[in-house]
């Protein structure tokens, strides 16, 4: 066992875990952030999508000493004071989920696209969005990332 400490959501946490505990266990088990989906477990699916220092990572796989003393953000830490960001508020109104299981991590994975690419065109969504939807709601959240990029440039939806 092994005390990291983890900046989760802007607040340091100190946890007790096992040289290879997950992150995904850890914000779920210990901090209890359970936003955050177990899908597959061998980072295939992105259920699991957070940012790591804004870089989305799956992190099922990721070993939680390894992120010590990084920046970790987490479905539960998108929104400020309250306040969604264009991706969330885009998903609200396009009616983007379905089941809803793996939307946590679709929105870390757009939120982390639209970070870098303000005005992505429908290649750049594809090459980027690689999280598994078992309902399909392809369409709709290709249309969502859209949506958003509009309002962070300043355009009506």
């Not at 914000?27 to 061998?42: A, N, Q, Y």
């Not at 699916?45 to 920046?71: D, E, F, I």
């Not at 998903?91 to 970070?115: E, F, K, N, T």
Request: glycine share 8%; aromatic share 4%.
């Amino acid at each position: 066992m092994a005390k990291v400490k983890l900046n989760v959501n802007g607040t340091d946490r100190e946890v007790e875990v096992a040289e290879d505990q997950p992150l995904l266990w850890v914000l779920r088990d210990e901090l209890k952030l359970v936003g955050t989906k177990f899908g597959c477990g061998i980072a295939q699916c992105g259920a699991c999508t957070v940012h790591l220092n804004g870089a989305p990572v799956r992190s099922c796989s990721v070993p939680a000493v390894a992120v010590a003393g990084q920046k970790i953000t987490t479905i539960e830490g998108l929104a400020q004071n309250g306040v969604l960001t264009a991706v969330q508020k885009a998903w609200i109104d396009l009616d983007v989920p379905q089941c809803g299981y793996c939307q946590a991590g679709q929105i870390m994975a757009a939120s982390a696209l639209l970070r870098q690419n303000k005005n992505p065109s429908d290649a750049d969504i594809d090459a980027s969005m690689q999280n598994l939807c078992r309902c399909g709601t392809y369409v709709r959240i290709r249309a969502a990332i859209k949506s958003a990029a509009k309002a962070l440039n300043g355009s009506a939806s």
